[in-house]
């Protein structure tokens, strides 16, 4: 059973930085790209940056320049480093391979997440 642990969420003024740490545990491939997404209030989820095993990365129009991930292979973690954070960041932000890990019913698998608020 695959174990995600998000942390290192809290509130931060705009232009503010907050560095993010996630760790995964139990049965992983590591052929998938590992990645962060985000949820804010009223929107769908959606999908802000990603690392394959070889390190290439991948980020959304929204955060490029902002956000940078790096990989630790080793111990299953990704490290997102948000900067010149905007109010538009809050949500709450969720590690995960990408395509998701599923559920024995075939469904998406989630861990809690990290809510992440920027505001004055």
Do not use: H
């Not at 320049?65 to 973690?77: C, K, L, M, P, Q």
């Not at 949500?91 to 698998?109: E, H, I, K, Q, W």
């Amino acid at each position: 059973q695959v174990q995600l642990v998000e942390s290192g969420g809290g509130l931060v003024q705009p232009g503010g930085s907050l560095r993010l740490s996630c760790a995964a545990s139990g049965s992983i491939n590591n052929i998938y790209a590992m990645g962060w997404y985000r949820q804010a209030p009223g929107k769908q989820r959606e999908l802000v940056a990603s690392m394959s095993r070889d390190g290439s990365t991948d980020y959304a129009d929204s955060v490029k320049g902002r956000f940078t991930i790096s990989r630790n292979n080793a111990e299953n973690t990704v490290y997102p480093q948000m900067n010149s954070l905007k109010p538009d960041d809050t949500a709450v932000y969720y590690c995960n391979r990408n395509p998701p890990f599923l559920t024995p019913s075939g469904m998406d698998y989630w861990g809690k997440g990290t809510l992440v608020t920027v505001s004055s």
